[in-house]
Each structure stands twice: as structure tokens, then as C-alpha cells.
């Protein structure tokens, strides 16, 4: 069974940093590709950050210069560096775990930036 496990949000003020985790199992970590999303209230659900098997990233233009994705795959973790925060970060941020057709969610993780 495959779960995928987000960890690490918080309250942080403005300028602050975060790191996420998103930790997947059951699962061969080292060939999936990881999204990081997130959906702040009333709003849909955005693309952060992603990381392939190669170590590959790609960012939303609001992360560049900010967020770096980065994986372990020895841990089967994938991380996501969250520095110069602002209070319009502010939202739950998702893992996707991606491996072929097949897309796996985790449950989400709140971050919330205070001003």
C-alpha cells in the first residue's frame, strides 16, 4: 500500500522559512517524480515545485528564488525548502507522488504565514 506522508508546516512570520517533507512508502521511491502543491482557502489547487527521478526541478514563478526542492532517496523523502515567507503563502501544501499513470496524494500539511 502506498501512502505519501507531508510533514513540517506551521506558523511562521513574514520572512521566515519553512522546510516540508513528504515521505512516501510502499513505493520505488527513486523512480517516481514529486510534486509539491498547494490551495489556499477559496482557491484551487497550484503547483509549486516538482522534482523528477532525475533530479530534474521546475517551479511556479511565485517559488522561484525562494523555494529548492530537493530528494533523498535513501530516506524516500523529498524536501521543500520554504525561505523569505509571505503571508500569501499561507496554505495547505500537498504531495504527489507520481510513477507512471498512477498519482498518489497525501493528506496535506498547513502552513500559515502571519504578517
Known amino acids: 500500500q502506498v501512502q505519501v506522508v507531508e510533514s513540517g508546516g506551521g506558523l511562521v512570520e513574514a520572512g521566515g522559512s519553512l522546510r516540508l517533507s513528504c515521505a512516501a512508502s510502499g513505493i520505488t521511491f527513486r523512480i517516481v517524480t514529486i510534486g509539491w502543491y498547494r490551495q489556499a482557502p477559496g482557491s484551487q489547487r497550484e503547483l509549486v515545485a516538482g522534482i523528477n527521478s532525475g533530479g530534474y526541478t521546475n517551479y511556479a514563478d511565485s517559488a522561484k528564488d525562494r523555494f529548492t526542492i530537493s530528494r533523498d532517496n535513501a530516506k524516500s523523502t523529498v524536501y521543500l525548502q520554504m525561505n523569505s515567507l509571505k503571508p500569501e503563502d499561507t496554505a495547505v501544501y500537498y504531495c504527489?507522488?507520481?510513477?507512471?499513470?498512477?498519482?498518489?496524494w497525501g493528506q496535506g500539511t498547513q502552513v500559515t504565514v502571519s504578517s
Open positions: 504527489k507522488a507520481m510513477m507512471g499513470p498512477r498519482e498518489y
